[in-house]
């Protein structure tokens, strides 16, 4: 693993988790040296990240980006298309969520950056383990999106859009 999908890696980890997260625990989750998870909270404090260093490990109160959701819509078999939309252009998917008319909002964290994110995820589709959330309220879902910038965002939905993805808003 390279140093920049490690740091981005590191930073998933760190806020996915719900409180600190030790060096040694990173250090053992990316196979790397604790020296090295040093190095990268140096380079990530360097880019902008807010990490904070506590006795019990790292937090990251916030990053340098931005967020959107966005409503989508589409097929089981375009689920692999629209994840590996979003990664390429440089999102995180977050999570998904639905809106159940009896249950209300169901949520699901995914934390997907990369193609190997994306073929676990759909490794355990594929294998019947599970459906997609989608499936509840028929295709109907939502992404939190997270990425380095706004202008990546607006990228990542003129993409979602040009596909048919995008569920249009009802004026």
């Known amino acids: 693993m390279k140093g920049k999908e490690r740091r981005k890696e590191l930073v998933a980890l760190i806020m996915a988790s719900d409180g600190p997260v030790s060096g040694t625990t990173l250090s053992e989750q990316l196979g790397v040296s604790r020296q090295i998870i040093v190095q990268d909270i140096a380079m990530l404090r360097a880019e902008g990240y807010d990490v904070l260093s506590t006795h019990q490990g790292y937090v990251i109160s916030q990053g340098p980006f931005a967020e959107r959701v966005f409503k989508l819509r589409h097929t089981s078999e375009q689920t692999e298309d629209e994840l590996t939309t979003i990664v390429s252009l440089g999102g995180t998917i977050v999570n998904v ?6 249950y209300g909002k169901i949520e699901a964290g995914m934390n997907i950056f990369s193609v190997r994110g994306i073929t676990q995820f759909m490794d355990g589709i594929k294998s019947g383990k599970s459906k997609e ?8 879902h939502y992404h ?22 995008i569920v249009p808003e009802i004026k």
Do not use: C, N, P
Not at 97 to 102: L, R, S, Y
């Open 133 to 140: 959330l989608m499936h509840i309220t028929e295709g109907y």
């Open 97 to 102: 969520f639905v809106w159940h008319k009896v």
């Open 144 to 165: 939190l999106v997270r990425a380095d910038s706004k202008k990546i965002l607006d990228e990542i939905e003129q993409a979602l859009d040009r596909k048919g993805y």
